[in-house]
């Protein structure tokens, strides 16, 4: 549920007042059609700007959603002061999410919610997220719905390709790459030794060796 992570902060951390929540709910029925017939499909930003947030979204990964804290001291505006207020916006934020469903199947949308790092000034986790989600991904996600964010329903409009695993495929084809398989598993460091060898360039000091089935 990365892909729609800002949509739900928006709505756990609503600043600055009710009124923006109730402006959503309004403009989320009224502007789809809207946007329709004038934008072609472009739907214009009703975002706050970011320095105005106390919280966002920012890009990582499909297992683990980023969030950003706009933390006084290290933004260029800062609204969340360190030390207590920090951890109460965590604890917040933290209690919001655990409570997300799927909005389709009723499933818990997240497993864990996690700070990265004890000091969020400290200068070697200055570049990092400050919370971390980590979501159930039994099934694929498309809504989520909470008592206190209602139902955020996206569509997921990017490209994936699937998830680091043990185990993959890999072929080869090209001149003097003879038809057949690998009668075992061979590792992912072999693959530019096997390159290397195959264009003749020399690869030294790497852990992978080339695969004899294509370089013999």
Same mark, same amino acid.
């Given at each position: 549920?990365? /892909?729609?992570?800002?949509?739900?902060?928006?709505?756990?951390?609503?600043?600055?007042?009710?009124? !923006?929540? !109730?402006?959503?709910?309004?403009?989320?029925?009224?502007?789809?059609?809207?946007?329709? !017939?004038?934008w072609w499909g472009?739907?214009?930003?009703?975002?706050?700007?970011?320095?105005?947030r106390r919280v966002f979204a920012i890009p990582n990964n499909d297992v683990f959603g980023a969030i950003r804290v706009n933390l006084s001291g290290?933004?260029? #505006? =800062?609204?969340?002061?360190? =030390? #207590? &207020?920090?951890?109460?916006? /965590?604890?917040? $934020?933290?209690? =919001?999410?655990? &409570?997300?469903?799927?909005?389709?199947? =009723?499933?818990?949308?997240?497993?864990?919610v996690f700070r990265v790092a004890e000091d969020p000034l400290d200068e070697r986790s200055?570049?990092?997220?400050? /919370?971390? $989600?980590?979501?159930?991904?039994?099934?694929? $996600?498309r809504s989520a719905a909470s008592p206190r964010i209602g139902m955020v329903r996206r569509r997921f409009r990017g490209v994936r390709t699937g998830d680091?695993?043990?185990?993959?495929f890999f072929w080869a084809t090209g001149p003097g790459v003879a038809g057949g398989r690998q009668p075992g598993p061979v590792s992912v460091t072999d693959f530019a030794a096997t390159v290397a060898a195959l264009l003749g360039v020399a690869l030294d000091d790497v852990d992978g060796r080339p695969i004899a089935a294509l370089t013999r």
């Open positions: 549920a990365s /892909f729609m992570l800002d949509d739900i902060l928006e709505r756990l951390d609503p600043h600055p007042g009710e009124w !923006r929540r !109730r402006l959503q709910r309004w403009s989320g029925r009224y502007l789809h059609a809207l946007k329709r !017939r004038m472009r739907e214009p930003s009703r975002k706050l700007p970011v320095g105005r290290r933004e260029p #505006r =800062g609204v969340v002061a360190p =030390g #207590r &207020e920090y951890d109460a916006l /965590f604890d917040d $934020i933290r209690s =919001g999410l655990m &409570e997300l469903v799927d909005g389709d199947t =009723g499933a818990a949308l997240v497993r864990d200055l570049g990092l997220p400050d /919370f971390c $989600i980590e979501w159930n991904r039994d099934a694929p $996600i680091h695993q043990p185990n993959g």
